[in-house]
């Protein structure tokens, strides 16, 4: 989860925040967290091209997207040949 502080910096708590800190620990490597410009997940625009997380992961601006969503059949071909870390929904 994403809360801003009174100060204005952000931090991240939650499930995917402790399991990438774990790997990040065991497999030694550090990673950056970056929001997409637009706030989205990823979607089709009206001209074909992607929005949100899904449109940073094609243009190569990251390597890997994490996040809690539901990835229907249109993300999951796209994103089955990219690195592609999702965390599971939890109910």
């Given at each position: ?38 706030g ?6 009206e ?28 993300r ?16």
């Amino acid at each position: 989860m994403k809360t801003k502080q009174d100060s204005g910096t952000i931090t991240n708590e939650g499930y995917c925040i402790d399991l990438l800190n774990e790997l990040a620990r065991v497999l030694k490597f550090t990673y950056e967290i970056y929001y997409s410009p637009d706030g989205l997940f990823g979607g089709v625009n009206e001209n074909g091209t992607w929005n949100g997380m899904i449109s940073e992961l094609v243009s190569k601006v990251c390597s890997t997207v994490g996040c809690s969503c539901y990835l229907p059949g249109s993300r999951e071909v796209l994103v089955e040949r990219a690195c592609f870390l999702i965390c599971p929904l939890l109910y």
